[in-house]
């Protein structure tokens, strides 16, 4: 059965740096793209970004781009996501999802995710 | 905004039928599959539709999906009560190179 794990969220001041990560288990990870998905308080799900299975190719929404970063380690069945200068509009809970062999499939497992808060 | 245009809601009575519309345009759903997720509260989303028109096991045959074109739709019949849920529909986009979701459809029953 196909499990995914999110962890580091909290509450952080704008401006700052968080480090979200999603344990995999259950399938073969390095073969899948990985995605970030989020939804902020009151409003509709957003992707985020998403990296290919081998870490060669990664795409971002355009509100994250050049802020957030997101890698994975096929060793250690985890994708990341390094969120800097965050902002108050980036709260929302944070769920991890695997995608298919290509960045445009669905995502066919999610996980619970993980709440981050940005505020002074 | 969502480059996806969804109604905000839609509603009927148990047994009745809903259906959701997506529109887009040609470097979204023309060019690419569609997906359909169901969000229900305090739990994660949930692929509901794939490729289009293909249900994943578990997801019963009152749920139908389509596309033609720049738009795309989600029917649900037999509505029950465990429908109550936000509906989305999504697909990657070749121009902006992003996934994109819609706006939404809340349905109740």
């Known amino acids: 059965q196909e499990h995914l794990g999110e962890s580091g969220g909290g509450v952080v001041q704008p401006g700052e740096s968080l480090r979200l990560s999603c344990a995999a288990s259950?399938?073969?990870?390095?073969?899948?793209?990985m995605h970030w998905v989020r939804q902020a308080p009151g409003r509709g799900l957003e992707w985020v970004a998403v990296?290919?299975?081998?870490?060669?190719?990664?795409f971002y929404a355009d509100s994250v781009r050049g802020r957030f970063t997101i890698s994975r380690d096929n060793a250690r069945d985890t994708v990341h996501l390094q969120m800097n200068g965050v902002r108050p509009d980036d709260t929302a809970l944070y769920y991890c999802?695997?995608?298919?062999?290509?960045?445009?499939?669905?995502?066919?497992?999610w996980g619970q995710g993980t709440l981050v808060i940005v505020s002074s | 905004q969502s480059v996806l245009t969804q109604p905000p809601s839609a509603s009927g009575t148990p047994g009745q039928s809903v259906t959701i519309s997506c529109s887009g345009t040609?470097?979204?759903?023309?060019?690419?599959?569609v997906y359909w997720y169901q969000h229900l509260p305090d739990s994660a989303p949930r692929l509901l539709i794939y490729?289009?028109?293909q249900r994943p096991s578990g997801v019963p045959d009152r749920v139908s999906a389509s596309k033609s074109g720049t738009s795309a739709s989600l029917a649900i019949s037999g509505l029950r009560s465990e429908d109550e849920a936000d509906y989305y529909c999504s697909a990657w986009d070749d121009n902006l190179s992003v996934y994109i979701f819609g706006p939404g459809t809340k349905v109740t029953v």
């Open positions: 490729k289009n028109d």
């Open positions: 259950g399938f073969v990870f390095s073969s899948y793209t």
């Open positions: 040609r470097s979204n759903i023309e060019a690419n599959y």
């Open positions: 990296v290919s299975h081998d870490e060669k190719s990664t």
């Open positions: 999802a695997r995608g298919g062999g290509l960045p445009r499939g669905g995502l066919p497992t």
